[in-house]
């Protein structure tokens, strides 16, 4: 297995924190080979971010992501960034709570949910979407286990949230497979 993720949005949405929680949960928990990175613009808060991971079965030649097999969109202006860039076959998974105008992508499955909405509604606090957005990133594409992303979530939200979070990505990983499914059937 060779992957590589882009988890991108807006500076103080959290994915630099849910790109180090995927990958411990890779590396650390599931035992594969993982790099990550991050990058976010010099607005930090407000200004555009992403986080990088690569999962490999096998040692990592390069430490950049070139061509994301699975793209996270949670801003309008991650998606203008970001939203063309995903290989063939590849997976967009778009929160079109925050993100009107998707790019059309033939080559690529793109898959929406209301991501800010459901942490908002669903789990009653905004500030857990990146959580949330984890789960549906696992539930749409399975690249680690369920197992895995609540012992890197346990390990790396503030002391206190952790009940929080695991329903954000509890209720993120069930809405993620329901997506899934129906992108699987014809």
């Known amino acids: ?22 990958a411990e949960a890779a590396g650390v928990y599931d035992g594969y080979d ?3 990175t991050q990058s976010y613009g010099p607005e930090a808060r ?8 690569i999962i490999a079965d096998d040692v990592i030649d390069f430490p950049k992501v070139t061509s994301p097999d699975v793209v996270l969109i949670m801003s309008q202006q991650a998606c203008d960034r970001y939203g063309q860039h995903v290989k ?9 709570t925050n993100v009107s105008s998707i790019p059309s992508l033939e080559d690529a499955c793109v898959v ?10 669903d789990v009653g606090r905004q500030v857990v979407a990146n959580v949330v957005a984890l789960g549906a990133l696992v539930g749409v594409t399975g690249i680690v286990t369920p197992d895995a992303m609540e012992k890197a979530i346990s390990s790396r939200v503030p002391r206190g949230t952790e009940e929080l979070n695991m329903k954000a990505f509890n209720i993120g990983l069930e809405r993620g497979r329901e997506a899934r499914a129906k992108h699987e059937t014809p």
């Open 88 to 96: 063939p076959g590849g997976i967009v998974l778009v929160d079109d």
């Open 1 to 22: 297995m060779y992957k590589e993720i882009r988890l991108s949005g807006t500076g103080g949405q959290g994915l630099i924190l849910a790109g180090i929680i995927l």
């Open 46 to 53: 407000g200004g555009a971010s992403r986080a990088e991971v």
């Open 34 to 36: 993982v790099i990550q």
């Open 112 to 121: 929406t949910l209301p991501i800010t909405e459901i942490a908002r509604h």
